[in-house]
């Protein structure tokens, strides 16, 4: 296989032959080359397609900026769609396809759109497509969804894995070209720590692509012995194949490393790609300059691409892109490009300048005049040249290099809303005065473009940053030249002349846009997608504001620049989600008692980032109700088991304990004796119930706080606010415990009898009443705390010991309760206890709850403030048609009362102006053999014994429901106390 | 004395070992943990005990590693004290005797999971973890930062290869999973 | 002119000479009946149906940049009326029904686009809670359906169900819900508004309201004073800014929310699809982009960007539903600022300022209420009444203790 | 972003929970007769600057210490960072 179009010289390895594949033709390329300079290497120019029209697309740059040359990288699931050919890494099996085609890409059946281009101008599809009104789903956008968009992904799960990393430095410096590198080297000296990143797999830059010399070397050389000293300092960290992919607040920094794009698997274990977020002091910003395209007529063949890019491919990859080329220029650099051609025996047709002045040549032809169109099917053939006496001049090349000035990078510039400043004698913008916290840019991104003038203001600014005193180090002589440019944006009268190649956004949709309107800038590139491309129009937006600025008669910087956000380039999605995915998306939080349910084949289920027992199968059981029924039956008729350690535990100790309770929670803590516990409801200030659960009483100065389980973090952030910022003199000092001890609820009439096989106290309802609390024994000696509590309504107790022993607890009760039959229950048995019981949980305290919602007004106590108290007595909040909360029953036995339906009066209409409430939480009651629920009905504490209507239009249910009273079993708590 | 047994926060009998070349992982299940606080008005009688008892008062973000009881800094006047559990498995009852009313003691023997990372690889593996200047601490600086959403103590321990995480106990596997993928792909 | 796919065509052949702007940019005049402050989506939106439905004369909206530049162009382009409570779904039902009528309405194609919204249920709560909704949004005359996981899977074979953290139990539909292009509202209300003789002044800021003796007079201008009958405040983003010049102390706070869109993809994502477990919802653009986002940085902000960690929990919440969006590049990140009131819903009132109306508050869900938002100010200032879908929507609620809080977080509004 | 925490140094943002205006600090005198107005103001109204910014943050995964921190909300520039604790008793509160 030969690669017709390959050079001597390069920075590539012609040793080691790459094979790849391209719409699956093979070819070949070496180690340093891209895709791009590999395909044109093997004289392909045709890479892609356009968005709208289709028109054929190949590269236009040789970097990240490229809008057309995308590809759709690698197969199967690791398929990649957009990849800019450009900046792909060759390597050996590389597999890519072009996009955006219907049929091949030769022969696109879409390219028709090209021919009704006239019909499909800017915003054509706001004016039409609205008749008949039903058709723009079902028939217009469905063709535009189809032919819209570029590559396709595999909608296989990305099989890579991503990391994360947090780096930390004084001095970032972003790129590695002349400017970044001299940085570089003057702080590294310095002993400074500093992080060099640059998104090439090489360093150099610009270096890399010239043939001039710094020094004695050629660039390309004197950059690698800069990176050779860097690699010395170990205070310097050398990123290659990492773009800075934002500027964030406080010098925090965006970093994708590619550690595996440039080969086909990632190894085992290792990360495709690593996103760093890099804390840094100081920032050099030295990302070069992008150069500008010109618009002429037909200005989009494949072949026709930015000088520098030819220059690039040339010097770097060792790649012509045709043997016979052209360069249109406004600029000495146009210039530039044509010597290093030739030096490089390609055949220079000619140099076509736009000014009167431009210098003249020995080795090639200089024409004064300006490309007025272009031709070639699939690539470039001819250009038609009008030179400046009018003659019409017909070049037979197949590329063309377009060199309208560079533009200084300032992408990063903007990124915290910094407006670019305009340089007339650049005729571009440079970075203006607002930049990030402690950037300072440098090079040709700040406006200097000669080798000389990036090599001092690189050293200038890591100097400057770094408040480096002593002199200036000694820069090695390197080219200087001046800049020499006549602003030249477009030729007279083009109109399909492409602004952005991508989008199809051509100098006659620009005028359109500004004839109807749409003329401020966001406007302009709105209403024609101006710069909307993948490459965020670094190559097109200065075009088609310099149109838009003339139809305006204004200055460009007049009709404004649009600002840069980040990511500096498409950044893939999977690398900024990390390893926080599938499985991984969340943490697990086991509870003590997990293990020993597993071995119990516990059902488990997601309670925020608990993983709780829903229920314990037992052989035979075939749904999960059978379970459920089985676990109540048996706790209330004898004993069962519930690992409670999820609900959130605080120790609140002091001399202030007391006085603090009764500010957190809306009832009196401060008469509670020691060894006593209390329900609490907690208000927040605007009050309505932020949470509820029970505190207990170990010593004067030390209370044990319960909260729920899904609001632990929130009432610990809540009772430190109150704490710090209220209350800031109270001795009271706080500390989460939930995770330090592994509680178990024991509840059933059986309960006690079973504790008093392990506990080393008296615990009968004399020596430890209802309510009771204490630091006690078991099992001859260990340390165990004791609440007598109940949720379920039974006979209860909760008894926590250190986690580390939860385990063997849960083992010991099982033991110990074998003779009582005790059965470990789950979160769903928990839910159809309290429900039976009438608790409410989250539920009912869904954050728009009031205590007098929740029956529980008169525990609002007027003798005392606290957290919530006045808010609550608001009018609104107390109306007389309020939802209270009652138990609902049907009247039908055998009718369900699911959570979610809404009550209807019996007689009335069944609309929302009609409702008269909602089904909070519902379950099957085995005691009872119905279904029952809690819901919460206008006016409901009168309502008790009222038929209503209970529906669920969206489940399809309609019954009849009995209103009664919220406590279904054991109203007067006698069970409980006994 | 009663017989139940422990289990490691990784759930084992006994504690978990990882070896890599560049790295090893372990779970030390040998520390009890109490957390005192400082009681407003008697901070300088609770100096004064911590005094007695590691020779210094931890200062901010920094540990007391050389005692066999050590310390750190958990927040303004509280901080976390450590003892070998055999020899200290009622740690909080010890302390509140020595502390008396001079601060409020909390037992956290339970709360947490301890893994020691050891190996030259600890930085670059630190980094992939979280957001924590690694290469800038010295031996004895303590950081509480997040580990994958996990609220976590990092400590920079004597040996230069070694960094000790303390993280919440019912999440031992995962903050383990992360180690685990963390030394994987430094590797 | 008006527009058609005839229309087009003719303008083609003519090679386009016959377009005219959209709208005119207007001159302010001296004085008019009634003023918008804001050229926004709500703003054009009011000044078009004070003129056409409610035959206001001598109105003028007065932006201070580009019309559009606001929040009505950095969003996620999200319509839908999946609301719970009394004082809001009836509201946003009626915003939905004017959605379905706007393009020609307008003769303005803003590509209404009624593909459904998903939200997904990952608990029992959580499916408790979406049937209350859903029953809410149907006994308010709005369409729900409850979808079972293997419906969803059906339509999203690609989502993520086998190795899932919290597994996906279901989900809330409303096929009406879908998306719009967002900066066609704002141009498309412009136009029509336009043609109804309003004045759209671009580039004219407010410094300052003229009041006296309780009564608004008119407003000091970047271009001169301009007299009014009546002013009508609609400045998503600014509100507190605005309000401020009189006297006027808000219920809420700015927030930034982060927006995101991928690089062009051939279709994945028909529809629009919720998270329940974590920070994210998506949909796809006409144009191949995921457009997607999720929670608000959460710290009071008016610098329209945002940071690092929302961007990285909103790519996690992407990534454990759709894990082949890996290898999808995200192109452009954005931000707009939430007027974020105190218990999430807005505010459609008068003020204690006798000629002073407020619209405002509207959280991160003023694109999809742009129309009802419009109509209901437009009757408020034309009527000096409430719109009965929006009486609701008061300043006084809060000190009487009525708030609509869908979410049930309180006066917390970086939760809402 | 990061805060600079008085006693830690510099820490990244995501370590703290926000909550916003430091005003609420400023918790009215609930035995006033205007209790309720007061409370509704301390509440629901607020200041809502574009410029300096005076904001409570929770340094939920550091040393669990409110903090008030002076943040303009154009830029996100952070000035000044103080413990919550020492401003309530600059603000005269107690116990």
């Known amino acids: 296989m030969i690669q017709k179009n390959r050079l001597e010289g390069g920075q590539i390895d012609t040793a080691t032959l790459l094979k790849f594949k391209f719409d699956g033709k093979s070819y070949v390329g070496h180690e340093g080359d891209t895709l791009a300079s590999a395909l044109l290497a093997n004289g392909v120019r045709l890479m892609g397609r356009s968005f709208k029209y289709h028109r054929p697309r190949g590269v236009l740059s040789a970097g990240s900026e490229e809008p057309n040359a995308l590809v759709q990288l690698r197969s199967g699931a690791r398929q990649e769609p957009n990849t800019r050919a450009t900046t792909a890494e060759l390597f050996d099996g590389l597999v890519a396809k072009s996009q955006n085609r219907f049929g091949s890409l030769r022969f696109d059946a879409m390219a028709i759109n090209d021919r009704f281009s006239n019909f499909l101008t800017a915003g054509f599809y706001y004016k039409t497509f609205m008749w008949p009104k039903t058709f723009w789903e079902k028939v217009y956008e469905p063709i535009i969804r189809k032919a819209a968009g570029l590559g396709s992904l595999s909608l296989l799960d990305d099989p890579d894995v991503y990391d994360k990393g947090f780096l930390y430095c004084n001095l970032l410096i972003i790129g590695a070209g002349p400017a970044g590198l001299m940085a570089a080297l003057t702080a590294g000296r310095s002993g400074a720590n500093v992080i060099l990143a640059d998104e090439d797999f090489t360093f150099g830059g610009r270096l890399n692509s010239e043939t001039f010399s710094i020094g004695d070397d050629s660039s390309a050389v004197w950059a690698a012995e800069a990176v050779a000293e860097l690699s010395s300092f170990p205070n310097v960290r050398l990123m290659v194949r990492t773009t800075i992919i934002g500027a964030f607040d406080h010098g925090i920094y965006g970093a994708v490393e590619r550690v595996s794009d440039h080969v086909a698997i990632p190894d085992a274990g290792k990360p495709r790609q690593i996103m760093w977020r890099i804390y840094t002091q100081r920032t050099v910003l030295a990302a070069g300059a992008i150069e500008r395209p010109i618009a002429f007529e037909n200005n989009d063949r494949p072949g026709i691409m930015l000088g520098s890019a030819i220059r690039t491919y040339a010097n770097r990859f060792a790649v012509a892109v045709d043997k016979s080329v052209a360069i249109f220029t406004n600029n000495d650099d146009g210039h530039r490009t044509a010597a290093d051609l030739h030096a490089k025996g390609l055949k220079i047709a000619a140099v076509v300048d736009v000014r009167a002045n431009a210098p003249l040549s020995m080795d090639f032809e200089v024409l004064q005049g300006q490309v007025i169109n272009t031709k070639g099917r699939l690539g470039l053939t001819f250009v038609d040249v009008k030179l400046s006496d009018g003659t019409i001049r017909t070049l037979d090349i197949g590329a063309l290099g377009m060199s309208g000035g560079w533009n200084p990078n300032v992408h990063m510039t903007c990124h915290q809303r910094g407006r670019p400043r305009w340089n007339e004698s650049l005729a571009a913008f440079v970075p203006g005065d607002t930049l990030p916290n402690g950037m300072i840019v440098a090079g040709a991104a700040n406006g200097d473009m000669s080798t000389a003038g990036a090599l001092h203001g690189g050293a200038q600014a890591a100097r400057v940053v770094l408040g480096l005193k002593g002199s200036m180090p000694k820069l090695p002589t390197a080219e200087d030249a001046p800049i020499r440019l006549t602003p030249f944006w477009y030729v007279e009268g083009c109109s399909r002349a492409w602004l952005d190649q991508q989008n199809d956004v051509t100098v006659k949709d620009v005028k359109l846009s500004h004839q109807e309107g749409f003329r401020s800038v966001e406007h302009l590139k709105r209403y024609t997608t101006l710069g909307m491309s993948t490459d965020q129009g670094k190559t097109s937006n200065m075009g088609g504001l310099a149109i838009m600025a003339e139809l305006a008669g204004k200055t460009i910087p007049e009709v404004g620049t649009t600002i840069f956000r980040p990511p500096y380039t498409p950044t893939a999605i999977g690398a900024l989600a990390g390893r926080n995915r599938g499985q991984d998306f969340h943490p697990k939080r086991l509870t003590p008692s997990h293990k020993w349910a597993l071995e119990q084949g516990a059902v488990f289920v997601e309670v925020g980032n608990w993983m709780r027992a829903q229920w314990f199968q037992k052989d035979g059981e075939t749904h999960w109700r059978e379970s459920v029924d089985r676990e109540v039956l048996a706790t209330r008729s004898s004993v069962g088991v519930c690992d409670v350690t999820t609900l959130g535990k605080v120790d609140v100790q002091g001399m202030d304990a007391a006085n603090f309770l009764n500010k957190i929670y809306c009832n009196g803590f401060a008469k509670l004796a020691v060894g006593k516990t209390r329900y609490g409801l907690m208000l927040r200030e605007d009050g309505i119930a932020l949470d509820d659960g029970t505190a207990g009483r170990l010593a004067n100065d030390h209370f044990i706080v319960t909260t729920t389980t899904a609001n632990a973090l929130p009432v610990y952030r809540h009772m430190e606010f109150v704490r710090q910022c209220l209350f800031p003199d109270m001795d009271v000092q706080l500390i989460s415990t939930t995770e330090a001890w592994a509680q178990y609820a024991i509840a059933g009439p059986n309960s006690r009898n079973l504790l008093e096989k392990i506990i080393d106290q008296d615990v009968s309802n004399g020596a430890f009443p209802f309510m009771s609390c204490a630091n006690i024994t078991i099992c001859n000696g260990l340390r165990a705390r004791l609440f007598r509590i109940s949720f379920s309504g039974e006979l209860a107790f909760e008894i926590a010991v250190p986690t580390a022993y939860g385990d063997a607890l849960i083992r010991k009760i099982m033991e110990a309760g074998a003779e009582f039959d005790v059965t470990p229950y789950g979160t769903e048995a928990l839910g159809v206890m309290r429900i039976e019981k009438g608790h409410a949980t989250g539920n009912e305290l869904n954050g728009t709850t009031s205590a007098l919602n929740l029956g529980m007004e008169r525990m609002v106590s007027e003798a005392k403030d606290s957290i919530g108290s006045i808010l609550s007595r608001r009018k609104g909040m107390n109306r007389a048609d309020a939802l209270f909360q009652m138990g609902v029953k049907p009247l039908d036995l055998s009718d369900d009362v699911p959570a979610g339906s809404h009550l209807m009066n019996a007689d009335g209409p069944v609309d929302a102006a009609h409702d008269q409430g909602y089904v909070t939480s519902a379950c099957y009651s085995p005691n009872l053999g119905h279904a029952i629920g809690l819901a919460f009905i206008k006016n409901g504490s009168n309502r008790i014994g009222e038929k209503m209507r209970l529906v669920s239009p969206l489940t399809g249910v309609d019954v009849a429901v009995e209103i009664v009273s919220p406590h279904f079993i054991d109203p007067q708590g006698e069970r409980l106390r006994a | ?187 | ?416 | ?95």
């Open chain 2, 1 to 187: 004395m009663h017989n139940l047994q422990t289990i490691t926060a990784l759930g084992g009998k006994t504690p978990r070992i990882d070896v890599f070349d560049h790295i090893t992982i372990i779970e030390n299940d040998s520390v009890a943990l109490a957390s005192v606080t400082a009681r407003m008005g008697r901070e300088a009688g609770c100096y004064k005990v911590l005094q007695k008892l590691l020779g210094v008062v931890p200062e901010t973000g920094r540990a007391v590693l050389h005692n066999t009881e050590t310390g750190f800094y958990m927040g303004l006047d509280q901080w976390m004290l450590t003892a070998p559990r055999v020899s200290h498995e009622l740690i909080a009852d010890q302390l509140k005797k020595l502390f008396g009313d001079n601060a409020s003691v909390t037992e956290q023997s339970g709360a947490w999971v301890c893994l020691d990372i050891i190996g030259r690889a600890m930085p670059d593996m630190c980094e992939r973890l979280c957001a924590v200047p690694v290469r800038q601490m010295v031996a004895g600086d303590v950081q509480r930062t997040v580990i994958h959403k996990m609220g976590c103590f990092v400590i920079r321990c004597m040996a230069n290869d070694q960094l000790r995480i303390l993280g919440p106990r019912s999440t031992a596997a995962t903050l383990h999973h992360a180690l685990m993928t963390a030394a994987t792909s430094t590797a």
């Open chain 3, 1 to 416: 002119m008006r527009y058609s796919g005839f229309q087009v065509i003719k303008q083609a052949l003519n090679n386009h000479k016959g377009w005219k702007p959209a709208w005119r940019d207007s001159e302010p005049q001296p004085h008019y009946d009634i003023i918008i402050i804001g050229g926004g989506g709500h703003g054009l939106a009011t000044a078009y149906y004070l003129a056409k439905e409610f035959n206001g004369k001598r109105i003028a909206v007065l932006e201070k940049g580009w019309i559009g530049s606001g929040n009505v162009g950095r969003n996620t382009t999200i319509i839908r009326s999946n609301y719970l409570l009394d004082g809001n779904e009836p509201f946003y039902e009626f915003s939905l029904k004017l959605w379905e009528g706007l393009e020609q309405d307008l003769n303005y194609n803003a590509m209404i686009s009624q593909r459904g919204i998903l939200n997904l249920i990952h608990t029992d709560a959580q499916r408790d809670a979406f049937i209350r909704r859903g029953n809410a949004m149907i006994l308010n005359g709005a369409d729900a359906e409850m979808l079972t996981t293997a419906q969803i899977k059906k339509r999203y074979p690609y989502l993520n169900t086998e190795d899932a953290r919290f597994p996906i139990k279901g989900g809330l539909a409303q096929h009406r819900g879908g998306t719009v292009r967002h900066d066609a509202v704002a141009w498309g209300y412009a136009r029509g508004a336009d043609s109804c003789g309003v004045d759209i002044i671009q580039n004219c800021e407010v410094t300052g309201f003229k009041i006296k003796n309780g009564k608004v007079l008119g407003l000091e201008t970047s271009r001169g004073f301009i007299g009014a009958g009546k002013v009508g405040c609609a400045v998503a983003g600014s509100s507190s800014r605005l309000m401020a010049k009189a006297d006027m102390r808000l219920p809420m706070e700015s927030h930034v929310l982060q927006a995101f869109v991928s690089e062009g993809l051939k279709p994945v994502l028909a529809g629009v699809v919720t998270f329940g477990a974590g920070h994210f919802y998506c949909s796809q653009s006409d144009k191949g982009g995921l457009v997607f986002g999720g929670d608000l940085d959460g710290y009071n902000s008016y610098a329209q960007r945002g940071n690092l960690p929302v961007v990285e929990d909103v790519c996690e919440g992407g990534m454990a539903i759709f894990p082949a969006f890996g290898r999808a590049r995200l192109l452009r990140m954005w931000g707009g600022i939430m007027d974020m009131s105190m218990d999430g819903s807005p505010i459609i009132d008068k003020t204690h300022i006798d000629g002073l109306y407020f619209n405002g508050g509207w959280c991160y869900g003023g694109f999809k209420a742009t129309p009802a938002s419009g109509f209901c100010f437009a009757h408020l200032l034309a009527k000096d009444s409430p719109h009965p879908l929006a009486t609701e929507y008061r300043f006084d609620r809060f000190e009487r203790g009525r708030m609509i809080d869908e979410k049930g977080m309180g006066n917390q509004p970086n939760l809402h």
């Open chain 4, 1 to 95: 972003m990061i805060i600079n925490h008085p006693l830690l140094g510099q820490r990244d943002s995501s370590e703290f929970t926000y909550l916003g205006d430091a005003k609420l600090i400023e918790r009215p005198d609930p035995d006033s007769e205007t209790a309720t107005h007061d409370f509704y103001k301390y509440a629901y109204l607020r200041d809502n600057p574009a410029g300096w910014h005076k904001e409570l943050w929770f340094h939920e995964a550091g040393d669990r210490s409110w903090l008030v921190v002076t943040r303009n909300t154009l830029t996100h520039e952070i000035s000044k960072v103080e413990m919550a604790r020492d401003v309530a008793r600059e603000k005269g509160r107690r116990r």
